[in-house]
């Protein structure tokens, strides 16, 4: 009942809420996985999952399983962690919880120069949304994970940068007209107030950078033209960059873009905090020697 295959299989059908798409993100097939939980339930004596419900729902015996699974997730991981250490870094694995911004604008450089120092370390990048990965922190899915402030207290972090807010246009749009930034110098100042009426790429609601924008379009009485809610503020960027609309980004994506052509930038002339990223762990969790190598190099260290 404590085989990690098995209760990796659990956790993956209870998550996706079909054995089908769990046994594809397993790389098993379907009826290797179905066999696996039904030997589970054997030896328990009782169903984990309500199959006559789309999704599986879990029984009270697959809500006591899944709870007691995940904590031996969490102990494998710390296990595996901390007898890496020993290892001087060569070898171990090195999980990361991130979005796809990050992912895209911040982590690529840091992850071939660790490559570079310690090949023998395996790193992977686990995407989520916010919610997502503050459950993976917690559950020990991940060695830690980039969020922004404000964390609750059960949450340890490390600082790592600020990123500020600013209006990306196309550079066909009426408003950059003219437009001349010279680099290293500040952006041109504009009011989100000047947006009303204006073809708009937002953030899906789940997403932190949809609330900056609500709050801006409060602020400023201002409706913009909603024409696509995009989920990531790289693909916002590069929508914008075609010609669609404008849209928020942060400095981040800005310096680091893969841009063909870039939009026309500009700094907001309303006031919006600075967004603060943070590497987040559990509280009182043992951070492994790759993690903390790994944050240093985040930190330009």
């Known amino acids: ?25 397993l790389f098993v097939s379907q009826p290797s996985l179905s066999q696996s939980i039904k ?5 328990i004596g009782m169903p984990l999952f309500d199959r006559s419900q789309t999704p599986l729902q879990l029984t009270a015996a697959g809500e006591i399983y899944v709870r007691k699974a995940k904590e031996m997730q969490r102990i494998y991981h710390e296990l595996v962690q901390e007898t890496a250490d020993l290892t001087g870094m060569k070898s171990g694995t090195l999980i990361i919880g991130s979005s796809r911004t990050r992912s895209t604008c911040y982590l690529t450089q840091p992850i071939i120069e660790f490559h570079r120092r310690y090949p023998g370390i395996r790193l992977m990048v686990k995407e989520s949304s916010v919610h997502e990965l503050k459950q993976a922190v917690a559950e020990g899915v991940v060695d830690f994970a980039l969020i922004y402030e404000p964390l609750e207290s059960n949450y340890e972090r ?7 807010t600013l209006l990306a246009l196309p550079v066909t749009h009426p408003f950059a007209r003219g437009y001349n930034h010279v680099p290293g110098m500040p952006y041109p100042v504009m009011s989100f107030a000047r947006m009303h009426g204006q073809p708009f790429i937002c953030l899906q609601e789940s997403r932190r950078m949809s609330r900056i924008y609500s709050d801006l379009c409060m602020e400023t009485q201002c409706t913009p033209e909603v024409v696509f809610e995009a989920n990531s503020i790289v693909d916002a960027a590069e929508l914008c960059a075609a010609g669609m609309g404008a849209t928020l980004v942060t400095d981040m994506v800005v310096h680091n873009g893969r841009w063909s052509e870039p939009p026309c930038f500009f700094q907001l002339e309303e006031q919006v905090d600075d967004r603060q990223l943070v ?11 790759a993690a903390r190598k790994f944050i240093e190099l985040l930190q330009g260290e």
């Open 1 to 25: 009942m404590i085989d990690e295959h098995e209760w990796k299989y659990v956790l993956q059908a209870a998550s996706d809420g079909t054995f089908s798409a769990a046994a594809k993100k």
């Open 39 to 43: 030997k589970i339930e054997g030896e």
């Open 158 to 164: 490390i600082p790592l940068l600020s990123e500020k």
């Open 279 to 289: 590497a987040a762990y559990g509280k009182n969790k043992h951070l492994s020697q």
